[in-house]
């Protein structure tokens, strides 16, 4: 199985993939590696990435998940996936690749991005991200306003993990 934890940034997908990962022992590999050096530099300097920024980085993220299901290796996989057709160039296998939604308020997100000074996605780029975010309605969604070990047990309870 592949679980892709979806959401804007600041949503707690590497937090919520990083404990997913010691509690199961599965891989975790974080979307943000992925982004070239053009898309890292333009997200520093706030400028809201398009989709032809992020069709190089989709494919590079797609091709890790086919790489997994062909090892019958599992994962975690933390991948913004915030237009439906992003989700749809990923879902390669409906029976074993599935998304979880991180679903958080503006204000926050906003908070959390506010303090994670270290990370290379300005918190100017927060309003763009809802902006593009296409809220899914078929994947299974965690609020994250509870505490990321809360999160983490509702995605294993859920998943049978």
């Known amino acids: 199985m592949i679980l892709i934890l979806m959401g804007v940034s600041g949503s707690g997908k590497t937090t919520i993939g990083k404990l997913l990962a010691q509690e199961t022992g599965w891989p975790f590999y974080d979307g943000d590696h992925f982004h070239s050096p053009a898309n890292v530099e333009k997200m520093r300097a706030g400028i809201p990435l398009t989709d032809e920024d992020r069709e190089s980085w989709l494919a590079t993220v797609q091709n890790l998940i086919q ?3 062909r090892a019958g290796q599992p994962a975690l996989i933390a991948c913004s996936a915030l237009k439906q057709k992003y989700r749809e160039y990923l879902q390669i296998d409906q029976a074993r690749v599935h998304f979880v939604f991180l679903r958080g308020s503006y204000d926050l997100i906003a908070a959390r991005l506010a303090n994670r000074p270290a990370h290379f996605f300005s918190p ?10 296409e809220a899914p309605s078929e994947v299974f969604t965690v609020d994250v306003s ?16």
């Open 146 to 161: 509870f505490s990321p070990q809360t999160v983490m047990q509702i995605i294993k309870q859920n998943f049978k993990l």
């Open 124 to 133: 100017r780029l927060l309003s763009s991200q809802f902006e593009a975010l």
């Open 67 to 69: 790489e997994c299901l």
